[in-house]
């Protein structure tokens, strides 16, 4: 046994015996500790390197989120390369924004295909950070970064978010999306939600929102502890 972890004030005499970098963190989460948020806290004791998944629909907010932590809370994001047009206002600070044909030269992992000619990947030079954000509309897509991420030795806490769609119809109207991207993000939704799309692929996120209730300052404190 390699580290001894106390968790105080969950049961009286309980104590955590940890084999570092030897139990998942969902193992940690499901077998061994009844409270999810405190359960997070002590897996960023036991991993130096920790990542923030934000899965959902497009237009609930996630991108949000991603800015925050790294404006305020040193969290570096994973840029990913895409083929799609930027929007209004977008810089390469987001993506690496590129044509098919170099897309489809690189050594990328983890490809997301919306169409024929707009795709998603990622290239393990970017991830370089303790602290990593990424933000995702595709749940096998988060799955895969979680897997990549944790076989790095990264903690990763997934944040699933959903909102309804005629809200984030309106959402992605205000940001001026063109009408024909917008409907191909909406034609690939499945009917489940993203939490649930999650639980048939038997992983619990550690956090899951549902609606706008709070601000960003509010749900990240929330992830952060």
């Given at each position: 046994?390699?580290?001894?972890?106390?968790?105080?004030?969950?049961?009286?005499?309980?104590?955590?015996?940890?084999?570092?970098?030897?139990?998942?963190?969902?193992?940690?989460?499901?077998?061994?500790?009844?409270?999810?948020?405190?359960?997070?806290?002590?897996?960023?004791?036991?991993?130096?390197?920790?990542?923030?998944?934000?899965?959902?629909?497009?237009?609930?907010?996630?991108?949000?989120l991603e800015e925050d932590l790294v404006e305020n809370y040193d969290f570096k994001t994973i840029k990913s390369y895409t083929t799609r047009s930027k929007r209004d206002g977008e810089n390469d600070e987001v993506y690496h924004?590129?044509?098919?044909?170099?897309?489809?030269?690189?050594?990328?992992f983890n490809i997301i295909h919306i169409s024929d000619t707009w795709k998603y990947g990622t290239s393990i030079n970017d991830i370089y950070s303790d602290k990593h954000v990424f933000s995702v509309i595709d749940v096998e897509?988060?799955?895969?970064?979680?897997?990549?991420?944790?076989?790095?030795?990264?903690?990763?806490?997934?944040?699933?978010?959903?909102?309804?769609?005629?809200?984030?119809?309106?959402?992605?109207?205000?940001?001026?999306?063109?009408?024909?991207?917008?409907?191909?993000?909406?034609?690939?939704?499945?009917?489940?939600?993203?939490?649930?799309?999650?639980?048939?692929?038997?992983?619990?996120?550690?956090?899951?929102?549902?609606?706008?209730?709070?601000?960003?300052?509010?749900?990240?404190?929330?992830?952060?502890?």
């Amino acid at each position: 046994i390699k580290k001894r972890i106390e968790v105080d004030n969950i049961s009286s005499n309980m104590n955590y015996l940890i084999n570092s970098g030897e139990i998942v963190p969902d193992l940690i989460i499901k077998d061994f500790l009844p409270i999810k948020e405190l359960a997070d806290k002590v897996n960023r004791i036991v991993f130096n390197k920790q990542a923030i998944i934000f899965t959902g629909p497009s237009g609930t907010g996630k991108s949000t989120l991603e800015e925050d932590l790294v404006e305020n809370y040193d969290f570096k994001t994973i840029k990913s390369y895409t083929t799609r047009s930027k929007r209004d206002g977008e810089n390469d600070e987001v993506y690496h924004f590129t044509d098919i044909d170099t897309f489809n030269s690189l050594d990328l992992f983890n490809i997301i295909h919306i169409s024929d000619t707009w795709k998603y990947g990622t290239s393990i030079n970017d991830i370089y950070s303790d602290k990593h954000v990424f933000s995702v509309i595709d749940v096998e897509f988060a799955i895969g970064m979680k897997n990549k991420l944790e076989s790095l030795g990264y903690y990763v806490c997934i944040v699933s978010i959903d909102l309804d769609q005629e809200t984030r119809k309106q959402l992605i109207a205000d940001r001026k999306e063109d009408s024909h991207s917008a409907k191909l993000r909406f034609e690939r939704e499945k009917e489940l939600t993203i939490l649930e799309q999650f639980q048939e692929q038997n992983i619990e996120p550690q956090y899951s929102f549902v609606g706008l209730g709070k601000t960003k300052t509010e749900y990240n404190s929330i992830i952060l502890g």
